[in-house]
Structure formats: C-alpha cells, structure tokens
DNA sequence: GATATCCTGTCCGAATCTGAACACTTGGCT
DNA sequence: AGCCAAGTGTTCAGATTCGGACAGGATATC
C-alpha cells in the first residue's frame, strides 16, 4: 500500500535489526534503528514515525518482557496517537495479551515471515494516522459526530436523542439540517 | 468490587459451565448460560449484560476459534458497548492476537484460576460501564471535552487550539468561562 | 370511532453567540 | 532601546440560535 511510513525499530540483536531493514525497505519510506530503550524520547523527537517496533526482550535471562512494556508506556506517554507493534521470540499467550490490553496495536513472534511484518507494521501506521486525524477534528464535525452516534443509538427518535443530548428537540433539528443528516 | 455485574456464558461444556457458575456466583448479581451460540440475541435482548464470557471453540474438531471470533462479532453488532471476554483450551498466541484486535477486552485460558476469572470478568464489566457512561454525555460534555484535548495538545496556546477548533479565539474564551477552564 | 399519546416539522420574538477590532503584554532580534 | 511578531483579554453591533408553542400525522387503547 504506501510507501510512506517511518518506522523506529528497537531491538538489540543486530541480525534482527538487519533482517527487520531488508523487509521493511521496500515499503517503508525511512527506518531508524535503536539497540536500546535508552535515547528514545530524542529519537522519537527527532523524527516523526508512524509506529515504532519494538522488541519485549533485550535481556536474554529476562523473559518477562516487562523490558518492552516498559518501552511501549515510553512511547505512549510521549505521543498516545503513535502505535506500537511488539515482538518476541519467547512470548506466551498471557504476555501477548497483557501487551495487547496495554495499548500494543499488534504482536509478532519471531522468526517472522516478511510478509506479515510488513502488513502489521503497515496496518499500525495506519491506525496512527486514523488517530491523528481523529486528533484533529474541528469541533464542528466532533458536534457531529456526537449527533450522529446519539441518534444510531436512540434508532432516528429525534426526541428522545434531544433529550439524551442536552438539547431541545428544534436545536437538534437545526444542527441536523446544518450537518445534511 | 462490585457484586452487581450480569455475566452471560456461552459454554458448550456443562463442566466448565458448572465451574463458571461457582467461580462468579460470589460476584456477581446475576450468572445466565448458554450452551452455544444458538439463540444469542434474544438472550442478550432479554437481559442487560455487563460482560459476556465466550467460548472459542464449541466444535472440538474445530479449534480455529473461528465460532468464537463469529460469537463476538455477533455481540458486538447487537451492542457495542458490551465487552468480550474470550477464553479458550487450545490458544496460540495468533489466535489471541487476533482475538484482541478484533474487539476482545480480555482472552484467558482454560483451565483457570477462579481469581483470575473473576479479576478478568470484573474488569470487563467495569470496561462496559465506562463505555456506556461515555456515550450518554451531553453535546455540553462532548465539546468540553474536545476543547480540553485541543488545549492540551496545543500547549495551552489558546490562538491556534481555537485555530485547531476551527472557531474564533473569543469563541474558545467564550466556551472556556462557560466550563470553567 | 373516539380518545390519548407520542412524535414530527416549522414559526418567531427574545436571548445568545459571533468575529473583527482594539488596546495591551510578552519575548525575540538587530 | 526600538522594532516586530505573536498572544491575550474585552467590546459591540449584527447575525445566529434558542426553546416554547402550534398544527398535523402516526399508532395504541378503550
């Protein structure tokens, strides 16, 4: 699909880091490359990326993966619209959904197949970008939005979705008017 | 926490069913069963659930989890409010990745630790809830909301978050002294 | 069929909101 | 200092929106 994305990998083992290149080179438009979680505020300061891979396990006796937890809340508290893609080599089941109910938007077991590399890590620039847009709404179409929904839920009744939003009923009917609903 | 959660199960085992039933009967107000997805929607119409907890894998032969994932769209399209928690014999790690990524709040495997079942159960509802709160605000609430984001993102700069807004900086004042920010 | 209930769509004077303009402060730059 | 760019907080005539009221349609109940 697009050819746009920047992508951060962290990861310490430099045959992944080479091998994570060469799949991502076709279809990314600029990959970084850390070894570690230290230097990552400026890295991602420097650059604006569109997800950042991130590897759960840079202490081989360290399988937890509270390494990569630790990475991803880094890079949640610095930019929450910017998606994070973990991997691992041991992961079990509870790790990988831990990792997921903790804001990851995806989880690879490594060895990887480029194929699916390349589609998570171009499906997570993509939900960043959805949230970044998402991010920018003006506050006309936020309005809008919160119409459209209140009205799906109360099944077209516009009474009761005036009611349920705060509004009188002629407000409502303006607004719709206003935004073609 | 609370003991006013309503739990549906979806279980085709009686074993695990039974077992479900003493694990949540402490915490929960009300614990209903289903031996299969048969008759889903008039069981979700007929009480007001807080969570419901899914099977993956009903047909033995088949442990793809596909009728669980089929089971969550179907939840999910009849309200989108009530959270999945699915849980399985057979998991992988892709089969739990995908789960989560197509919706699921929480993904155990059997056998369980009653606790755990309980914490994952409690949570979800407790997701539920916060989610249906969020949906009733008010047109007042929504947009406060968004002018805080704005404000936030924007550093407190109140010319260009109104810019962002697309209204006029008096009219972000405006708004600002009528919530208070 | 008559009655009641709930919803819809529209009207209008009063209340509210709008944004350009203005005066002022702050911080950087030569 | 002097200058410039950018941000702040407020004012006011004009535009917009407010919501109660009204008439009509649809559906249920007796």
Redesign the pocket.
Known sequence: MSTQDCVLVVEDDPDVRRSARVALAYDTARVEMLESLEGLEPALAATAFDVVLLDMNFVIAERSGSAGLNGMARVRAFDPTLTVVLMTAYGGVTLAVEALKQGAVDFILKPWRNEKLVAAVSAAAQITRTRRSAETLQLDAVEKSAIERALTRHH???????GALG?????L???M??YGL
Not at 156 to 162: E, L, P, T
Not at 167 to 171: L, T, V
């Open positions: 077209g009744n516009i009474s009761s979705a005036a509004i009188s009923r002629a407000a009917y303006r607004r008017s206003k």
